[in-house]
């Protein structure tokens, strides 16, 4: 028999119940609230349709195992993990729209791009210490 999971909208609460085939059984209630408007969570990816619970796989911290957020290319590889625990929901073009962003990142970094007209932070000229701070040697 297998254990579903259930969410209650009511108390936010979550509880395991073992359940014969695919119907609920019968006077399924929240054990905390009493809530009997309970959903189940009928997968992982279901599970991860929920705003909740989307958070909640954004919290938890192997998401973010061997993340270095100042690399391009490592924060690609973690959104297109995350696409993958999003599931369809993230659609089919996730791939391709992570690619295209990493390459807009890319293309700024190295100071290729031609539309940099109002871009406020991409031209800003590195500022050279003063060297008449009479600092002796
Ligand atoms: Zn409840």
Do not use: H
Not at 15 to 26: A, E, I, M, R
Request: aromatic share 6%; glycine share 10%.
């Amino acid at each position: 028999m297998p254990i579903y999971e259930y969410l209650c909208p009511s108390c936010n609460g979550r509880f395991q119940k073992l359940v014969s085939g695919f119907s609920d059984p019968p006077g399924l209630a929240c054990p905390r609230c009493g809530g009997q408007e309970v959903r189940r969570a009928i997968s992982r990816v279901a599970v991860l349709k929920s705003e909740e619970a989307r958070a909640e796989a954004l919290a938890d911290p192997s998401m973010f195992a061997g993340l270095d957020e100042n690399d391009p290319k490592s924060i690609a590889r973690w959104a297109k993990k995350l696409g993958k625990e999003l599931g369809e929901d993230a659609g089919e073009d996730w791939d391709e729209m992570v690619d295209e962003m990493l390459e807009e990142e890319m293309g700024r970094e190295a100071g290729e791009g031609d539309e940099a007209d109002g871009d406020e932070d991409g031209a800003r000229p590195k500022k050279s210490a003063p060297d008449d701070l009479g600092w002796a040697d």
